[in-house]
């Protein structure tokens, strides 16, 4: 397994995806964090096609750390199923994985 994370996790406003950000870097569970711009999404919930307009956060992260960040997004987040996917970072500069492990507990 990779050492480090590359997740994903997308949020229907601002305020969750804040929400999220402010615990998440707050207890030292990841490194950073990126909001990107608004993305149009479409998928199936309940039977039926829905879309809607969501905030996509990408967090760095040890792997070290996933379950605890798993937990703490799925208590904040609105969904009743969240989206939190994990992509492992295969390969990295090494002074930037020092810098994760620097800023992240371990």
């Given amino acids: 397994m990779s050492q480090y994370l590359l997740i994903l996790c997308n949020c229907p406003d601002e305020d969750s995806a804040g929400k999220i950000t402010e615990v998440l870097l707050s207890r030292q569970l990841v ?5 990107l711009a608004s993305l149009q999404s479409s998928y199936r919930w309940q039977g039926k096609i829905e879309q809607s307009i969501e905030l996509q956060l990408q967090l760095k992260a040890p792997a070290r750390n996933f379950t605890a960040i798993e937990q703490a997004i799925s208590a904040i987040h609105p969904y009743a199923v969240p989206e939190i996917i994990a992509l ?9 994985g020092n810098w994760i492990d620097e800023v992240t507990l371990t």
Avoid: T
């Avoid at 490194?31 to 909001?35: L, P, R, T």
């Avoid at 492992?88 to 930037?96: F, R, S």
């Fill in 31 to 35: 490194a950073c964090v990126n909001q």
């Fill in 88 to 96: 492992p970072l295969v390969k990295l500069n090494a002074a930037y």
